[in-house]
């Protein structure tokens, strides 16, 4: 697979969750790699955003509570996602996107907030 996310699971309201995305595939200029969620009954939506020149666009609803970064593993790409203050409503199935020539999703990861 070019796309792999890991990180998901289980988080009280409050506490944070650090997502993980690791791609084969090289960062360019006009790369886009990022976040999208989908919660259940619900369409899937854009979480955050960062291009290969470091330029990052945040949902409203994510604005000062999650980072999105990236870093390089050895020969993979990873991107990431510091998810703080999370709330029941962030709930959902998170993916990693990524758009070179072509488009790439992972198979997504589950993030539950819950008491």
């Known amino acids: 697979a070019h796309i792999v996310e890991s990180g998901g699971g289980l988080v009280q309201p409050g506490g944070s969750l650090k997502l993980s995305c690791a791609t084969d595939?090289?960062?360019?200029?006009?790369?886009?790699v990022g976040w999208f969620r989908q919660a259940p009954g619900k369409e899937r939506e854009l979480v955050a955003m960062?291009?290969?020149?470091?330029?990052?666009?945040?949902a409203n609803f994510v604005k000062g509570r999650f980072t999105i970064s990236t870093d390089k593993d050895y020969s993979k790409n990873m991107v990431y996602l510091q998810m703080n203050s999370l709330k029941p409503e962030d709930t959902a199935v998170y993916y990693c996107?990524?758009?070179?020539?072509?488009?790439?999703w992972g198979e997504g990861t589950l993030v539950t907030v819950s008491s």
């Open positions: 960062i291009s290969g020149t470091g330029n990052v666009t945040y």
């Open positions: 996107y990524g758009r070179w020539l072509t488009e790439y």
């Open positions: 595939q090289p960062m360019f200029r006009t790369t886009r």
